[in-house]
Nanobody, 119 residues
Framework: QVRLQESGPGLVKPSQTLSLTCTVS??????????WSWIRQPPGKGLEWIGY???????YYSPSLKSRTSISRDTSKNQFTLQLSSVTPEDTAVYYC???????????WGQGTQVTVSS
């Protein structure tokens, strides 16, 4: 059974960096064919894809967030991390980590974690 669990602060101040970690169990993040992804949903809006990291460590980011986003991984802990810099209240959202399979789409989601940007 594959499980993903987000962790990190629920409140971040404007201009600071949001940092979330996704801990994966039941799968190895260095396995080929999977895209380890971050997705968010602002209140009252749809899902927004943020970016992903693949088994080789290569990353890809949404063009609208690329300048502020960094996704990294710790293979020894089987975790991957999202950092979003210079946050504003518009970055308030439920943040999800997820696994996507090449040619298939997302097959596993974390439960999501609420992050609020406020002073």
């Amino acid at each position: 059974q594959v499980r993903l669990q987000e962790s990190g602060p629920g409140l971040v101040k404007p201009s600071q960096t949001l940092s979330l970690t996704c801990t994966v169990s039941g799968a190895v993040i260095k396995t080929n064919y999977f895209y380890w992804s971050w997705i968010r949903q602002p209140p009252g809006k749809g899902l927004e894809w943020i970016g992903y990291i693949v088994y080789s460590g290569i990353t890809y980011y949404s063009p609208s967030l690329k300048s502020r986003t960094s996704i990294s991984r710790d293979t020894s802990k089987n975790q991957f991390t999202l950092q979003l810099s210079s946050v504003t209240p518009e970055d308030t959202a439920v943040y999800y980590c997820a696994r996507a399979r090449a040619g298939w789409g997302i097959d596993y989601w974390g439960q999501g974690t609420q992050v609020t940007v406020s002073s």
